[in-house]
């Protein structure tokens, strides 16, 4: 198979592989690139596979860094674009399933591609388009079909991670994982326990992003790859929920812990505990704790002005949005954002009275006493008792806190 034209990304790496060809090496293009190139979808890091060894790479180019050299790793910089550019090469000796003990750089392609980890990722491309296919993944690119390279109980056993790269591409692609391969990872899903959880919730998360999320959800559970991530184990039901969602389609991280949170039914505590447990990034939990506050909120019918004051634009769509794909939530989804921009203040900050006003125009005493007028202020400020100004809100002070509490005080 020839290409006939080639993404502008190839095409601005040219030169590198013909500057490799023209010293008497081999060079190609590989890896994902290809793959979605003869996909047609965009492309975004170009990999070089090439016969030359490192140092071999850094005596033909003036600017190299060598960024992963031990494994045959430089990058080649040119006009502003870096390259990474890497040595064929075997791997052996995966004690803790995911790196190899011992890495040997070879002069052939077929080595290299060999141990790579589904057909459909060991496609490589010449500089004139040529796609040379060893191991038949354009067929299976065309049948839509996920498969090991080789053996797949030993490409599992040399790397657990890539059971969870399977899963996420069956959602990213909507292929099928081949029979043999699917069985393999049920076989070897315990030792996705031996993988670093960071990895496992990158690839978690792009696999709940992809357009097929349900087949990579069911395939997690079908294999007992669920098992093995953090809090999930016991939650085939929930998680088997999550997969019939007609119109399952997170749009973000948040989005995709809030729903996940939302169908485990985790309280507000256990989801910060659960999303700690996932390495997952404080500003993306404290996110999508606000978002399934909202959709807990539309479930039960309890959505509040006070509740959205305390959220923001995007954790409101997300709450929305994760309570609509689970059947709850308005009709129209923008009513909650809406109700939201009409709201007279968006921070407390906002409000026209401050506590240094309080004290010095309504005479409170400096303490707890002067916060606690500032949320009752501010509470009947966003639910429209009163307008946001200031001689009103002295008002309302006097009238209706004071006086109450001088009230209370003399029964």
């Known amino acids: 198979m020839r290409l006939a034209q080639l993404p502008q990304e190839f095409v601005g790496a040219q030169p590198i592989l013909a500057t490799l060809e023209a010293a008497g090496y081999e060079a190609y293009f590989v890896g994902g690139s290809v ?11 170009v990999d070089i596979a090439t016969s030359a060894y490192p140092e071999e790479v850094k005596a033909l180019f003036k600017r190299t860094v060598d960024t992963g050299i031990e494994h045959g790793t430089v990058m080649i910089l040119d006009h502003g674009t870096g390259y990474e550019t890497t040595t064929f090469r075997t791997e052996s000796g995966y004690q803790d399933y995911r790196r190899p003990d011992k890495v040997t750089f070879v002069r052939h392609l077929e080595d290299d591609l060999k141990r790579r980890d589904f057909t459909i990722n060991a496609l490589a491309l010449r500089q004139d388009g040529e796609v040379i296919d060893l191991f038949d993944g354009l067929s299976d690119l065309k049948a839509g079909i996920i498969r090991a390279v080789g053996d797949p109980e030993a ?19 909507n292929f099928k994982i081949e ?26 998360v792009r696999m709940m992003l992809g357009k097929a999320a349900y087949r990579g959800l069911s395939m997690m559970i079908q294999t007992t790859l669920a098992d093995y991530c953090p809090g999930l184990v016991g939650h085939t039901i929930d998680l088997s929920t999550i997969a019939t969602v007609p119109a399952l389609a997170p749009k973000d991280e948040v989005e995709v812990w809030a729903m996940v949170a939302f169908h485990l039914g985790l309280s507000y505590p256990d989801t910060v505990e659960f999303l700690q447990a996932w390495k ?50 308005p009709d129209d989804p923008n009513e909650w954002l809406r109700v939201y921009n009409e709201l007279p203040i968006k921070d407390s900050h906002d409000l026209a009275l401050s506590g240094a006003d309080l004290i010095k125009k309504a005479g409170l005493t400096p ?7 500032l949320q ?36």
Not at 181 to 203: F, Y
Not at 367 to 373: D, L, N, R
Not at 378 to 396: F, M, S, T
């Open 179 to 204: 029979d043999k391969t699917l069985a393999a990872i049920h076989t070897h899903a315990h030792l996705l326990s031996q993988i670093a959880v960071e990895r496992i919730h990158d690839e978690f």
């Open 155 to 173: 490409r599992f056993g040399e790397d657990a991670l890539r059971m969870m790269r399977a899963v996420r591409f069956a959602s990213q692609l």
């Open 367 to 373: 303490g707890p006493a002067v916060g606690e007028t």
């Open 280 to 329: 997952t990034a404080n500003h993306i939990i404290k996110a999508a704790n606000q978002a399934l506050h909202l959709a807990y909120a539309q479930q039960y019918h309890g959505v509040t002005k006070q509740l959205l004051f305390a959220m923001t634009p995007d954790t409101i769509a997300a709450g929305t949005n994760v309570a609509r794909m689970s059947g709850y939530g």
């Open 376 to 411: 009752k202020i501010q509470n009947a400020v966003i639910d429209g008792e009163i307008n946001n100004e200031a001689a009103e809100l002295l008002k309302y002070v006097q009238d209706k806190i004071l006086a109450k509490n001088d009230t209370s005080t003399k029964k």
């Open 35 to 45: 793959r979605d190139t003869i996909l047609g979808k965009p492309i975004h890091d």
